[in-house]
C-alpha cells in the first residue's frame, strides 16, 4: 500500500518521488532494475532544470558534480545564452547517472520508499484507488495505492496498459553510442560540426570513467531493428563506414543504439494513471532536451498530485498536468525534429546550415532560440492577464522581515506563497481559509521591473501567488477590490478555503 506508486527510479520518477514525499504524500517507487546501471545517456541540465533544483534547496549538490559553462547550442550551431536573466545561465554538464545518484539520495533522505527488482507487469483501477502488478524477487505481488505514475521509460508498461496512444514520426536513422576503449584515438575530441561526414556523423569525446571514450554514430535513412542486439562490432562497423576508422576499438563498458523516433501520448492521464518523462515523449537527443523534460514533468504534476490525495484540491486538478506539459513536450518535438533535419548529411543541409548560423548571430533569434532551449521562455496557459502570468517567478532579491533572502529560498518547501510585495492591505483577510495550505510572505524588491528571458522587463507586480513550481498563478491587479479575485485563484489551485 502507498499514496502513490512511481513505476521507475530514472531521473523522472526520482523527481517526481522528491516531489512529492517533500509534501509529506507516502510514496512508493518501484523499479525493474536490481542496481543503477551507471550508464549515462543524457550529459547534462539546462538553466531552468537547475533553477527546479535551486528552487528546492538542493542544486548546490548537483553543482559541485559537474561543471557549467556559457553554452547550449541548436544541432550544434552556438547559442551564447550567458546574458539569460537567471542566476544559472549555463548548461550543467553533469553524467545522468549522477543526477540519478543525487536524486536518489535525496528521495532516500526525504523517506521515499525504493523498491529495486520490482517490475509493473499489470495494473487495474477502480474509483478508489490503482492495483498494480508486480513481479519481483519474492514473485509476483498486487499493491494498491490512490494513484500511480509511470515514469518506466520509452517503452512504458504503464503506458501500454493504459491504452494510451503513442503516435509521431517514425525513425529515419540509426544511432549507436558506446562507451569504449581506444587503442588509436583522434588527436582531440570530435563533438558536433566536425564530426559531420558523407555518410553520417560521429563524435569521440571523453566518457565518464577515466581512459574510456564515447562514441556517438548517426546513420540516416538507414533503420536498424530496435530489437536486434548491438555489438562493439557493429559500432565499429559503423564508425568504418563514417569516419574511415575504427579508432581500435575494444572493451566495451555499455553499448546502445538509438533513432530520432518522436512520439508523444495521446494523453497524460487515464484515471488515477498519470505519464511523465520519456514514458509520456521521446524524441532524438538533440541539444539534450529528454532528461530536462522529465525532471520538469514532475515539478509540475507533483504538487498538483500531492494536493489532489491530500483531498485538498479536486481531481482535475491533474488535468491541468497535461494542458501544460503536453505543449512543452510537443514543442521540443518538433525542436528535435528540426535540429535533426539540419543535421543530415549534404550539400543542401550545409547551405542550410550557413543560413541559420547567420540567423543564430543575430541577437533576438540567438535570444529566442535560446529561451527555449534553455526552457526558461515556458509560460504555461493561465490565461492573457500580466505577462508574468503562467510563467516562472525570476529569482528576486527580497528583503523579508526576517531579513534578506531570494525568491526561490520561499519555495524551498514546496508550498504555495503569496508574495505581499508592496504591503497590499487586503491580502491577509483574503488569504483567510487557505492559511493551512499558502504561506504569505511580506517582503520588499527594489526591481521595478522583472526580467523574463525573450520577452525582456516586464513592470513588477504588487503581488503574486506562486505556485509550488515556482510558476506565477495570479498578479494582484492594479485595481481594487483584489480579495474576490485572489479568493478565485486560491480556489482554484489549492481547493476551497477552510473554516478555520
Ligand atoms: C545518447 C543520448 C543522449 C542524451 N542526452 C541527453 C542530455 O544531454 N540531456 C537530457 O536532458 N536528456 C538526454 N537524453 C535523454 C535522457 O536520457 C532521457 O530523456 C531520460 O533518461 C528520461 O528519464 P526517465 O526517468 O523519464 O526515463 P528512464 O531514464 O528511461 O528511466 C525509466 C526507469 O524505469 C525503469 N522501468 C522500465 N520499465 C519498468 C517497469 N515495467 N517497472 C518498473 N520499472 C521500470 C527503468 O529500468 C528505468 O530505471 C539523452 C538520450 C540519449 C539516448
Same mark, same amino acid.
Given at each position: 500500500m502507498a499514496e502513490v506508486i512511481v513505476a521507475g527510479a530514472g531521473p523522472t520518477g526520482l523527481m517526481l518521488a522528491c516531489e512529492l514525499r517533500l509534501t509529506g504524500v507516502d510514496v512508493l517507487v518501484l523499479e525493474r532494475l536490481a542496481a543503477r546501471s551507471g550508464e549515462s545517456r543524457a550529459g547534462g541540465l539546462h538553466a531552468r532544470s537547475v533553477e527546479l533544483l535551486d528552487q528546492r534547496g538542493i542544486v548546490d549538490r548537483f553543482l559541485a558534480a559537474g561543471g557549467t559553462g556559457p553554452f547550449a547550442h541548436f544541432s550544434f550551431l552556438p547559442l551564447d545564452i550567458g546574458d539569460l536573466p537567471t542566476r544559472h545561465p549555463y548548461a550543467l554538464a553533469i553524467h545522468q547517472s549522477r543526477?540519478?545518484?543525487?536524486?536518489?539520495?535525496?528521495?532516500?533522505?526525504?523517506?521515499?520508499?525504493?523498491?529495486?527488482?520490482a517490475e509493473v507487469t499489470g495494473?487495474?483501477?477502480?474509483?478508489?484507488?490503482?492495483?498494480?502488478?508486480?513481479?519481483?524477487?519474492?514473485?509476483?505481488?498486487w499493491l494498491r495505492a490512490d494513484y500511480l505514475v509511470g515514469c518506466d521509460g520509452g517503452r512504458s508498461a504503464v503506458r501500454k496498459l493504459s491504452g494510451?496512444?503513442?503516435?509521431?514520426?517514425?525513425?529515419t536513422l540509426t544511432a549507436l553510442l558506446g562507451d569504449v576503449r581506444l587503442a588509436d584515438p583522434p588527436p582531440g575530441l570530435v563533438f558536433g560540426a566536425e564530426g559531420r561526414r558523407d555518410r553520417g556523423s560521429f563524435m569521440v569525446f571523453p566518457a565518464e570513467q577515466p581512459g574510456v571514450h564515447r562514441v556517438i554514430t548517426m546513420e540516416f535513412d538507414?533503420? $536498424? !531493428?530496435?530489437?536486434?542486439?548491438?555489438?562493439? +562490432?557493429?559500432?565499429?562497423? #559503423?564508425? /568504418?563506414?563514417? =569516419?574511415? *576508422?575504427?579508432?581500435?576499438?575494444?572493451?566495451?563498458?555499455?553499448i546502445s543504439s538509438f533513432t530520432d523516433a518522436a512520439r508523444q501520448a495521446d494523453r497524460y492521464r487515464e484515471g488515477r494513471v498519470l505519464l511523465a518523462g520519456d514514458a509520456a515523449h521521446i524524441h532524438f537527443?538533440?541539444?539534450?532536451?529528454?532528461?530536462?523534460?522529465?525532471?520538469?514533468?514532475?515539478?509540475?504534476?507533483?504538487?498538483?498530485?500531492?494536493?489532489?490525495?491530500?483531498?485538498?484540491?479536486? $481531481? !482535475?486538478?491533474?488535468?491541468?498536468?497535461?494542458? +501544460?506539459?503536453?505543449?512543452? #513536450?510537443? /514543442?521540443?518535438? =518538433?525542436? *528535435?525534429?528540426?535540429?535533426?533535419?539540419?543535421?543530415?548529411?549534404?550539400?543542401?543541409?550545409?547551405?542550410?546550415?550557413?543560413?541559420?548560423?547567420?540567423?543564430?548571430?543575430?541577437?533576438?533569434?540567438?535570444?529566442?532560440?535560446?529561451?527555449?532551449?534553455?526552457?526558461?521562455?515556458?509560460?504555461?496557459?493561465?490565461?492573457d492577464g500580466h505577462p508574468a502570468l503562467g510563467r516562472r517567478l525570476p529569482d528576486l532579491d527580497l528583503t523579508a522581515p526576517t531579513g534578506r533572502t531570494r525568491a526561490f529560498e520561499l519555495l524551498h518547501a514546496a508550498r504555495p506563497v503569496l508574495l505581499d510585495l508592496t504591503g497590499l492591505p487586503d491580502l491577509r483577510a483574503a488569504i483567510e481559509g487557505w492559511t493551512d495550505r499558502v504561506d504569505l510572505v511580506e517582503a520588499r524588491c527594489d526591481a521595478e521591473h522583472w526580467v523574463y528571458p525573450v520577452i525582456g522587463e516586464v513592470p513588477a507586480p504588487a503581488a503574486v501567488l506562486l505556485r509550488p513550481d515556482g510558476h506565477v498563478a495570479w498578479v494582484a491587479p492594479a485595481s481594487r477590490p483584489i480579495a474576490s479575485a485572489l479568493r478565485a485563484a486560491l480556489t482554484a489551485w489549492f481547493g476551497p478555503a477552510r473554516d478555520r
Open positions: 543526477v540519478e545518484r543525487l536524486l536518489e539520495e535525496r528521495a532516500v533522505e526525504l523517506g521515499v520508499r525504493l523498491r529495486r527488482s495494473l487495474r483501477q477502480d474509483r478508489t484507488g490503482v492495483e498494480v502488478r508486480v513481479v519481483g524477487a519474492a514473485g509476483t505481488e494510451i496512444g503513442f503516435h509521431g514520426s517514425p525513425a538507414t533503420v $536498424a !531493428d530496435r530489437d536486434a542486439p548491438v555489438t562493439v +562490432e557493429t559500432l565499429r562497423q #559503423a564508425c /568504418r563506414t563514417i =569516419a574511415d *576508422t575504427d579508432f581500435g576499438m575494444h572493451s566495451p563498458q555499455w537527443p538533440s541539444s539534450g532536451q529528454g532528461m530536462n523534460l522529465g525532471i520538469q514533468d514532475a515539478a509540475n504534476l507533483g504538487w498538483k498530485l500531492a494536493a489532489v490525495v491530500r483531498g485538498q484540491a479536486p $481531481a !482535475d486538478l491533474l488535468d491541468t498536468y497535461q494542458a +501544460e506539459r503536453h505543449p512543452a #513536450a510537443e /514543442r521540443m518535438l =518538433a525542436s *528535435t525534429r528540426a535540429q535533426t533535419a539540419l543535421w543530415r548529411p549534404g550539400a543542401q543541409t550545409d547551405a542550410l546550415r550557413e543560413v541559420f548560423g547567420t540567423l543564430i548571430g543575430f541577437e533576438d533569434v540567438n535570444r529566442h532560440l535560446g529561451g527555449a532551449c534553455t526552457q526558461l521562455d515556458i509560460r504555461y496557459p493561465l490565461g
